[in-house]
């Protein structure tokens, strides 16, 4: 796809760029259902869902020439398992139990994934019930550990991606991930790493989702301030224990087909079930949509992990830096690792907008093809919301008193850059 599909006018950059970020609750509880692919633009997408933070349902007619649509598939719409056992059957996979609650979570096990096919197989001719309970394949990075296959190309509406733009850059991790279960596994509450958008596509089977507006998980919490590892217990009404649960509203729901690709907008709460034996691909990212609500993640998780210690804070001489350690091994990340998050992001946009783009790196999937897939007045946006959360950074006293020796370029400088950038290319 061209420039073409982000082809937006100075205007319409200059009102999108200023808007500030916050999701509501969709009237009704409605979702859109997006039919028709010739006739959705990425800038529809971007106008209508990313920066209102609203979710929307994207039609099989998107992922129908995806290779797993046609090979992982049976003739009667089952998981092929003969078919993914010849490609995968030697691969090591992580596999949680639905049936066991392990702080606020289900716990996990690594399994061959030849074993856990034998075990889906039984699963289903035993009635689905099986004495090891009900299991559930989550989070397998495929993508990265079978990058050969032909399983699907990330649609252009997801390509803004900028938490696996980084982790590819680092070859650190990534956010892509495969998720296969029988009829009856699911997910517990929660919201997406950093408060990321996802996005979900069934290769085959149903799934009904409980999606709760940003905000809205706060009357969910209990006396403790902790979420409910199940929001359809009957436990949530006692009000001795839930005091706020009557004033929620009641959570948008979605039943999603196969084929169909559900977006999930950022620090939307949700739980999500299986209603058939299903296979999905999920991605988590986060973009100059966005970037603000991970800043505000990491600045409440930071404050979460203070109070937690404030004990020690005297006695400790390192005690700003063991706190970053704390959150980084609950969250992933430090507010060292976030700056060169920006970093990299912004230095990508700069190359683009400095130098252009070669044949070499257009014709492969590269950030910088993504970045011109989108075009230029779309890699000054990114570049000006970068801008706005690297100075809130560069500004917060946590930030500043952190050994920023190790940062290159200092946080002054690589702003200066930045905004030179977008100076000139606003020309």
Not at 127 to 146: I, N
Not at 254 to 272: D, K, T, Y
């Given at each position: 796809?061209?420039?073409?599909?982000?082809?937006?006018?100075?205007?319409?950059?200059?009102?999108?760029?200023?808007?500030?970020?916050?999701?509501?609750?969709?009237?009704?509880?409605?979702?859109?259902?997006?039919?028709?692919?010739?006739?959705?633009?990425?800038?529809?997408?971007?106008?209508?869902?990313l920066?209102?933070?609203?979710?929307?349902?994207?039609?099989?007619?998107?992922?129908?020439?995806?290779?797993?649509?046609?090979?992982?598939?049976?003739?009667?719409?089952?998981p092929?398992?003969?078919?993914?056992?010849?490609?995968?059957?030697?691969?090591?996979?992580?596999?949680?139990?639905?049936?066991?609650?392990?702080?606020?979570?289900?716990?996990?096990?690594?399994?061959?994934?030849?074993?856990?096919?034998?075990?889906?197989?039984?699963?289903?001719?035993?009635?689905?019930?099986?004495?090891?309970?009900?299991?559930?394949?989550?989070?397998?990075?495929?993508?990265?550990?079978?990058?050969?296959?032909?399983?699907?190309?990330?649609?252009?509406?997801?390509?803004?991606?900028?938490?696996?733009?980084?982790?590819?850059?680092?070859?650190?991790?990534?956010?892509?991930?495969?998720?296969?279960?029988?009829?009856?596994?699911?997910?517990?509450?929660?919201?997406?790493?950093?408060?990321s958008?996802?996005?979900?596509?069934?290769?085959?089977?149903?799934?009904?989702?409980?999606?709760?507006?940003?905000?809205?998980?706060?009357?969910?919490?209990?006396?403790?301030?902790?979420?409910?590892?199940?929001?359809?217990?009957?436990?949530l009404?006692?009000?001795?224990?839930y005091?706020?649960?009557?004033?929620?509203?009641?959570?948008?729901?979605?039943?999603?087909?196969?084929?169909?690709?559900?977006?999930?907008?950022?620090?939307w709460?949700?739980?999500?079930?299986?209603?058939?034996?299903?296979i999905?691909?999920?991605?988590?990212?986060?973009?100059?949509?966005?970037?603000?609500?991970?800043?505000?993640?990491?600045?409440?998780?930071?404050?979460?992990?203070?109070?937690e210690?404030?004990?020690?804070?005297?006695?400790m001489?390192?005690?700003?830096?063991?706190?970053?350690?704390?959150?980084?091994?609950?969250?992933g990340?430090?507010?060292?690792?976030?700056?060169?998050?920006?970093?990299?992001?912004?230095?990508?946009?700069?190359?683009?907008?400095?130098?252009?783009?070669?044949?070499?790196?257009?014709?492969?999937?590269?950030?910088?093809?993504?970045?011109?897939?989108?075009?230029?007045?779309?890699?000054?946006?990114d570049?000006?919301?970068?801008?706005?959360?690297?100075?809130?950074?560069?500004?917060?006293?946590?930030?500043?008193?952190?050994?920023?020796?190790?940062?290159?370029?200092?946080?002054?400088?690589?702003?200066?850059?930045?905004?030179?950038?977008?100076?000139?290319?606003?020309?």
């Amino acid at each position: 796809m061209d420039r073409a599909t982000f082809a937006c006018s100075t205007a319409f950059f200059r009102e999108y760029s200023s808007w500030s970020q916050g999701a509501f609750c969709l009237p009704g509880g409605h979702v859109d259902f997006i039919e028709k692919v010739d006739s959705f633009t990425y800038s529809d997408f971007f106008r209508d869902y990313l920066i209102p933070n609203q979710p929307c349902v994207f039609s099989a007619k998107f992922t129908e020439d995806w290779g797993s649509r046609r090979n992982w598939v049976a003739w009667d719409g089952k998981p092929n398992f003969d078919h993914l056992l010849q490609k995968f059957g030697e691969a090591v996979v992580p596999v949680a139990n639905c049936d066991i609650k392990e702080y606020n979570s289900n716990p996990k096990e690594q399994l061959p994934f030849k074993e856990y096919i034998q075990y889906w197989k039984e699963y289903i001719q035993n009635g689905y019930r099986s004495p090891r309970g009900c299991l559930y394949l989550k989070d397998w990075h495929l993508s990265r550990a079978f990058p050969e296959q032909d399983v699907y190309t990330t649609p252009v509406y997801f390509s803004s991606d900028w938490l696996n733009e980084y982790w590819d850059t680092i070859a650190g991790d990534d956010y892509r991930f495969v998720y296969m279960g029988p009829k009856g596994s699911w997910t517990p509450f929660h919201a997406d790493v950093f408060r990321s958008y996802s996005w979900s596509a069934n290769i085959c089977g149903r799934k009904k989702w409980l999606l709760y507006p940003a905000g809205q998980e706060d009357y969910l919490k209990d006396l403790h301030g902790n979420l409910p590892f199940d929001v359809t217990a009957p436990g949530l009404q006692d009000r001795s224990v839930y005091p706020r649960y009557n004033q929620s509203q009641a959570p948008v729901e979605i039943v999603q087909e196969a084929g169909e690709i559900v977006f999930i907008p950022s620090g939307w709460h949700h739980q999500v079930y299986n209603l058939e034996d299903t296979i999905s691909i999920n991605h988590n990212w986060v973009n100059g949509c966005n970037v603000a609500i991970m800043w505000c993640f990491l600045q409440d998780e930071l404050a979460a992990v203070q109070r937690e210690i404030n004990e020690w804070k005297e006695p400790m001489d390192d005690w700003h830096q063991q706190c970053q350690l704390i959150m980084k091994s609950c969250t992933g990340i430090d507010y060292k690792e976030f700056y060169n998050f920006l970093k990299v992001i912004a230095e990508n946009r700069i190359s683009v907008l400095e130098k252009g783009l070669d044949e070499e790196a257009s014709a492969k999937n590269t950030p910088k093809a993504a970045i011109s897939t989108l075009g230029m007045l779309h890699a000054v946006f990114d570049l000006k919301r970068a801008v706005k959360v690297l100075t809130s950074l560069s500004a917060n006293e946590d930030f500043k008193k952190l050994d920023l020796t190790s940062l290159s370029p200092p946080p002054e400088a690589l702003l200066h850059h930045l905004k030179a950038a977008i100076d000139t290319a606003l020309l």
